[in-house]
């Protein structure tokens, strides 16, 4: 049988391949986020005819005579090129610019003693409680459920650091970690924390944020006047470009919600694509290396109980804007008609060997 055939059998295949991957990235031109792909192709193994001769006294050397068996698929990369942004005005839009990614979760009620996803302090490295399964997003169209929790567009809850001012003991967000996962489900005790103190610093492990209605602000008797306490009403609320959550509330006081996570990874192309426009992280990604929260070093710069900050590197959240696919239509189309004219040689080489066979067989009358 000749080679020729099974080597354009391998083209269509290999090529066919290629048509798959780039329709997928023109039907995701408009998708959020969507980082697109490639593909690379490698020759098979090629069979020898005869090898190699060194030079010798009488005679120049001679090269190896190979004939390939076709082609194959090298690998499929995914491009992870920074998409254009979009302005949208939408105070729940956060578009990346930069290499981070946003971190979300699904899994046990967040009250239960395991909650908060574990960092590792010098590392940066995230591990999920048990029951737990921790996402990996670009898509900043963020919403909110009935009961305030900053939620993606499929419903899985943004991760971020609660905010403590002066000894810590006050968290902006503060769950129940004491109940059981018997326990029917209660809100967090969301507590004020006024932006404008010295002293913030991040909760030591990442929990779900949550934007809510109404604040509970206490009485401060040192001011002049007194200022009054109660629940303010949430006005408005921005995002700033590290993340940091803050609310304005009825009378003017601001409070700080928490500060959304953010993630890198060493090779961002080895993460798993699971659809909804989510990432889960594998063997050749690496771990996610987190960003530490607001003010975790001190403003002398000196590092505390070995907390090293990290904040660098990670890229600015900007609030009213999303983050477009980053297909090219252009080279997508270019490349369709490259593959195309490609599969069609595969298939013309089938078609000839086809014939060469017909005039072999009529040979024999």
Do not use: W
């Not at 302090?121 to 009961?147: I, M, N, Q, V, W």
């Not at 004219?341 to 078609?351: E, L, M, V, Y």
């Not at 086809?354 to 040979?363: A, K, M, P, S, W």
């Amino acid at each position: 049988m000749l080679r020729s055939l099974y080597a354009g059998i391998s083209g269509m295949k290999a090529n066919q391949v290629k048509l798959d991957v780039i329709g997928n990235n023109i039907a995701n031109c408009g998708t959020t986020s969507f980082k697109g792909a490639r593909v690379r192709f490698q020759d098979m193994v090629s069979q020898n005819m005869s090898q190699a001769l060194a030079p010798g006294a009488s005679q120049g050397g001679i090269n190896p005579k190979q004939v390939g068996l076709g082609v194959q698929v090298a690998g499929i990369d995914t491009l992870v090129g920074q998409g254009g942004m979009q302005p949208t005005s939408r105070n729940l839009d956060v578009a990346m610019d930069g290499e981070g990614y946003l971190m979300v979760a699904k899994g046990r009620t967040p009250v239960t003693n395991d909650l908060g996803v574990g960092i590792n302090t010098t590392e940066h490295t995230a591990s999920p409680p048990s029951g737990t399964d921790l996402f990996y997003t670009r898509d900043g169209a963020l919403t909110l459920d009935k009961s305030g929790n900053l939620l993606n567009s499929d419903g899985l809850r943004v991760l971020g650091y609660a905010i403590s001012s002066g000894d810590g003991t006050n968290a902006s967000v503060d769950y129940d970690l004491s109940k059981s996962t018997t326990e029917p489900p209660t809100s967090p005790t969301l507590t004020y924390v006024n932006a404008d103190s010295t002293t913030l610093t991040p909760s030591a492990t990442l929990v779900p944020l949550v934007i809510p209605e109404k604040i509970s602000v206490p009485a401060d008797d040192t001011t002049t006047p007194p200022t009054l306490g109660g629940d303010f009403r949430v006005k408005t609320f921005s995002i700033e470009k590290d993340g940091v959550i803050k609310a304005v509330l009825e009378g003017g006081k601001v409070a700080i919600l928490g500060q959304i996570a953010v993630a890198s990874f060493k090779n961002p192309a080895g993460l798993s694509k699971v659809g909804g426009n989510i990432y889960q992280n594998t063997s050749n990604s690496g771990a996610a290396i987190v960003r530490t929260g607001k003010n975790v070093v001190p403003a002398d710069g000196a590092t505390d109980a070995g907390v090293v900050d990290n904040g660098a590197g990670y890229g600015d959240m900007l609030q009213g804007m999303l983050e477009m696919s980053n297909v090219d239509l252009a080279e997508q189309f270019t490349d369709m008609i490259i593959a195309t004219r490609a599969f069609q040689a595969a298939g013309k080489t089938i078609s000839t060997g086809d014939e060469i066979l017909q005039d072999i067989i009529g040979l024999k009358r």
